[in-house]
């Protein structure tokens, strides 16, 4: 089940990369930078068929369920982000919502698989749930974060590729929160025109106005979230590996 997880997950970047015209990830470059579009959306396409084959051998109905639903959830939330491109209006409850789809929702359906297998009872499956969706949905914001800190070579990404795309990230929407009219306002075009002209002036607006404090203090709150469902699992050095990783979770770079 391993396996068919991140089989769903490498068809989603597959697809994420071309939508989104990405050249680069993880230091590297994309597979549709590579071998194009129409090969990168085939493959994605196979990994997704594959991971229902494979899904199947679990012989369990409550396992199909689970990862049917999350793949959907995925989707929709990818078609909300889509949607949302280039609206400088988006609100946090709004981005959490996308999120909490298109990120969080395969980090849910992961560990909730885990007590499935287990065959834990339902306290056991909801706590694990609830900490793959915090654990997850931290994991993005703080990724959201480092589009506005870190460096290329270090994230394995372009620096700036959000904003290229349109997209009101956390930063960002603090950054308007937060700032004066004058930074909002600079802000906003750049959301809505996906124009990177300003690029060095917005980071310095989200470094300076509080925006990313907030963004990491957003992510902190979920990080604590998932903390909390991990001590109502039973204690042993595997619960205790999961709160030590939503702990570390702000500390990543890439």
């Known amino acids: 089940m391993a396996a068919v997880v991140e089989f769903i997950h490498t068809a989603t970047l597959l697809h994420d990369d071309v939508v989104d015209g990405s050249t680069l990830r993880r230091g590297r470059a994309t597979a549709n930078e590579t071998f194009g579009n129409p090969a990168s959306v085939l493959v994605g396409d196979f990994l997704y ?3 229902f084959q494979m899904m199947v051998s679990a012989d369990s109905m409550r396992i199909m369920q689970v990862l049917a639903d999350a793949t959907n959830v995925i989707a929709e939330g990818e078609v909300m982000q889509l949607m949302n491109m280039h609206d400088a209006s988006l609100t946090e409850l709004q981005y959490l919502h996308v999120i909490r789809s298109k990120t969080a929702k395969l980090f849910e ?4 698989l885990a007590a499935i297998l287990a065959k834990s009872g339902p306290d056991v499956e909801e706590a694990c749930a609830n900490y793959g969706q915090s654990l997850g949905t931290a994991f993005q914001v703080i990724d959201d974060v480092l589009d506005y800190t870190g460096q290329s070579t270090e994230m394995g990404k372009n620096i700036g590729d959000d904003l290229r795309e349109g997209k009101a990230t956390l930063p960002l929407i603090m950054a308007m929160q937060l700032g004066t009219p004058s930074e909002c306002a600079i802000v906003r075009s750049a959301i809505e ?14 470094q300076s106005n509080g925006a990313l404090d907030a963004a990491r203090s957003a992510a902190q709150a979920e990080a604590t979230r998932a903390i909390a469902q991990a ?21 990543r770079r890439n």
Not at 109 to 112: D, G, L
């Open 49 to 51: 068929s594959r991971a």
């Open 109 to 112: 359906a992961s560990c909730r």
């Open 193 to 206: 025109t996906g124009s990177t002209e300003a690029l060095p002036e917005i980071v310095r607006i989200v």
């Open 231 to 251: 001590q109502r699992l039973p204690r042993n050095s595997h619960s205790e590996a999961l709160i030590q990783l939503a702990a570390q979770l702000l500390q």
